[in-house]
């Protein structure tokens, strides 16, 4: 069993650039695929990008590709998003969540089965 938490959320213009942060307990975090996803007031969570359990392939959603960066530090036991040229249609919750695969990137939350408590990003127009 893989624990989550997520930091960095907040308030940020639009044009900004924040960075989220995913900690992870258990020395499991390594062995699985890694994803973000968000979910914004009165929509379905979705996925925004996804990173293999080596770090070597990543998956980004069109809405964010270009815009965000997904990676992982192993050694440490966190994943990261960055995200750059914020646009208020990126005001969500963002979670963490581990795969059940190791070199999968599954695009549908039903294939994650660890997920942290989310954090939010607010971005003002």
């Known amino acids: 069993q893989v624990q989550l938490v997520e930091s960095g959320g907040g308030l940020v213009q639009a044009g900004d650039s924040l960075s989220v942060s995913c900690a992870a307990s258990?020395?499991?975090?390594?062995?699985?695929?890694m994803g973000w996803f968000r979910q914004a007031p009165g929509k379905e969570r979705e996925f925004v990008a996804g990173?293999?359990?080596?770090?070597?392939?990543?998956y980004y959603a069109d809405s964010v590709k270009g815009r965000f960066t997904i990676s992982r530090d192993n050694a440490k036991n966190t994943g990261y998003l960055q995200m750059a040229s914020l646009k208020p249609d990126d005001t969500a919750v963002y979670y963490c969540?581990?795969?059940?695969?190791?070199?999968?990137?599954?695009?549908?939350?039903?294939?994650?089965?660890?997920w942290g408590q989310g954090t939010e990003v607010t971005v003002s127009s």
């Open positions: 969540a581990i795969s059940l695969s190791r070199v999968r990137i599954g695009r549908g939350p039903n294939e994650y089965i660890n």
């Open positions: 258990g020395r499991t975090f390594a062995s699985y695929a």
């Open positions: 990173i293999s359990a080596s770090g070597g392939s990543t």
